[in-house]
C-alpha cells in the first residue's frame, strides 16, 4: 500500500533555504513526482516536477534520489510571502492521485 | 488565473439537499480531476476523468457523482448532504497525467 509522509510543520526566517523531504513507497515507476503551493483559500499551485536526480526552476529546485522513495523541494532565499502549505504528490500505481498530508511552512521575519 | 473556471464560488444549503458544482478546465485540457478539502485538512483526491471517460476513483461516497460532458466541463453532483460534506471542492485540469492547473474552488457550506 502506497504511504505518503511529510512533516507537518516547518519554521524558518526570511533569506534561509528551506528544504522539506516527502517520503513515498510503492510510487509508479515511470512517471513525475510534483510538488504544490497553497494559499489559505486558494486552489493548490504547481511548482515543479521531476522524474530523478536534479530539477530547478526559477521558484525551486527538487532533489530526487536513484530509488525515488523520497523527494525533497528546495526554496532558495525565502521571502515571508513563502508562507504556505507544500503538497507533494508522488505518481501511483493505482492512477489515485493523493496527495501527501501538506507542510506548513511559516516564514519569520 | 490558472485558466480553470469553477461555480459557483460558493454556495449555501441544507442537509438532504442536493447540489451540483461545476468546472471548466483549460483550454486543450483532457484531464479533469476534483478533491474535497475540508477545514484544515488535507487534498482528498474524489475522481479523475480523460476526455469524457472515467479514469482513476478515490474515496468518492456513493451520495456523490461527477461526469465530464463532450465539451470536456465537468459537473460534481453531491446529494442527501450532510454537515461533514462542508468543505472546499477544487477542480484541476491537465494535459500531462498529474493535476496541472486548480480552478479557485467552490465553498460548500451545509447547514
Known amino acids: 500500500l502506497a504511504k505518503t509522509t511529510q512533516p507537518i510543520s516547518m519554521d524558518s526566517y526570511e533569506g534561509q533555504e528551506v528544504n522539506i523531504t516527502c517520503s513515498h513507497n510503492?510510487?509508479?515507476?515511470?512517471?513525475?513526482i510534483t510538488w504544490y503551493q497553497q494559499f489559505p483559500s486558494q486552489g493548490p499551485r504547481f511548482i515543479i516536477q521531476?522524474?530523478?536526480t536534479k530539477v530547478t526552476n526559477e521558484v525551486a529546485s527538487l532533489f530526487i534520489p536513484a530509488d525515488r522513495k523520497s523527494s525533497t523541494l528546495s526554496l532558495p532565499r525565502v521571502s515571508l510571502s513563502d508562507t504556505a502549505v507544500y503538497y507533494c504528490?508522488?505518481?501511483?500505481?493505482?492512477?489515485?492521485?493523493?496527495f501527501g498530508q501538506g507542510t506548513t511552512l511559516q516564514v519569520k521575519p | 488565473d490558472s485558466g480553470v473556471t469553477q461555480t459557483p464560488k460558493h454556495l449555501i444549503t441544507a442537509t438532504g439537499q442536493r447540489v451540483t458544482l461545476r468546472c471548466s478546465p483549460r483550454?486543450?485540457?483532457?484531464?479533469v480531476y476534483w478533491y474535497q478539502q475540508s477545514l484544515d485538512q488535507g487534498l482528498q483526491f474524489l475522481i479523475q476523468?480523460?476526455?469524457?471517460?472515467?479514469?482513476a476513483k478515490g474515496n468518492i461516497l456513493e451520495r456523490f457523482s461527477a461526469q465530464q460532458f463532450p465539451d470536456l466541463h465537468s459537473e460534481l453532483n453531491l446529494s442527501s448532504l450532510e454537515l461533514g460534506d462542508s468543505a472546499l471542492y477544487f477542480c484541476?485540469?491537465?494535459?500531462?497525467?498529474?493535476?496541472?492547473?486548480f480552478g479557485p474552488g467552490t465553498r460548500l457550506t451545509v447547514l
Open positions: 484541476a485540469s491537465s494535459a500531462k497525467t498529474v493535476p496541472q492547473y
Open positions: 510503492n510510487i509508479a515507476t515511470n512517471d513525475y
Open positions: 521531476g522524474y530523478k
Open positions: 504528490l508522488p505518481p501511483s500505481n493505482t492512477g489515485k492521485l493523493i
Open positions: 483550454s486543450g485540457d483532457l484531464s
Open positions: 476523468y480523460y476526455n469524457g471517460e472515467e479514469r
